[in-house]
């Protein structure tokens, strides 16, 4: 199946593709798009996206009108902010209260279960990395589920094995 990286640059000025990106937008323009606000910018984004990968690093740095290697700097300097993860696969898995209170953190049991890692870790074949995120801007279709930068809503833990289990038996 195709999968859509809704992770890429807004079209125009002020229009953007994915919700999330549009987190950070209210997050940059509440700062009034200060520099010294990077640190909870990229906390912001980090929030939404569950990682920091170099397509938010690049919109930040454009955005707040930092060189690039300066955000990742500081991207890389604290330990709170992960990178891009290791594992071919992605999943991200929304514990934000619309999603929680509508189960989300039994799919999150079910997927750790399955594949023997916590949120956060990568399997140890590289295949698959699970994280967790805070609102991934798509509360209207709770429990959401990020695959491969693909929203998908409604996910009980069934859906998401299932998909899990395609990227599990793909060569
Ligand atoms: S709380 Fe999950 S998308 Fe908003």
């Known amino acids: 199946m195709e999968s859509k990286n809704l992770t890429k640059q807004p079209q125009k000025s002020g229009q953007t593709v994915d919700k999330r990106f549009k987190i950070i937008d209210i997050t940059m323009k509440r700062n009034h ?3 010294d606000a990077l640190i909870e910018i990229l906390h912001k984004a980090q929030e939404a ?3 920091l990968e170099p397509d938010i690093l690049e919109y930040v740095a454009h955005a ?3 060189p690039l290697s300066r955000v990742y700097g500081v991207a890389t300097f604290y330990h709170l902010f992960s990178l891009k993860p290791s594992g071919k696969h992605t999943c991200v898995v929304c514990l934000g209260t619309a ?3 509508k189960g ?7 997927l750790q279960q399955e594949l023997g890692i916590k949120s956060g870790e990568t399997t140890t074949d590289k295949q698959i990395s ?8 798509a509360c209207g279709i709770a429990p959401a589920i990020v695959f491969d930068g693909e929203v998908a809503g409604k996910q009980m833990p069934e859906n998401a094995l299932e998909k899990i289990k395609t990227w599990q038996t793909e060569d």
């Open 33 to 35: 798009y200060r520099q």
């Open 49 to 51: 996206f569950g990682y």
């Open 64 to 66: 707040l009108k930092l």
């Open 99 to 101: 999603c929680y209170v």
């Open 104 to 110: 989300s953190d039994k799919v999150l049991t079910a």
């Open 130 to 137: 699970l994280l967790s995120a805070r609102c991934l801007g």
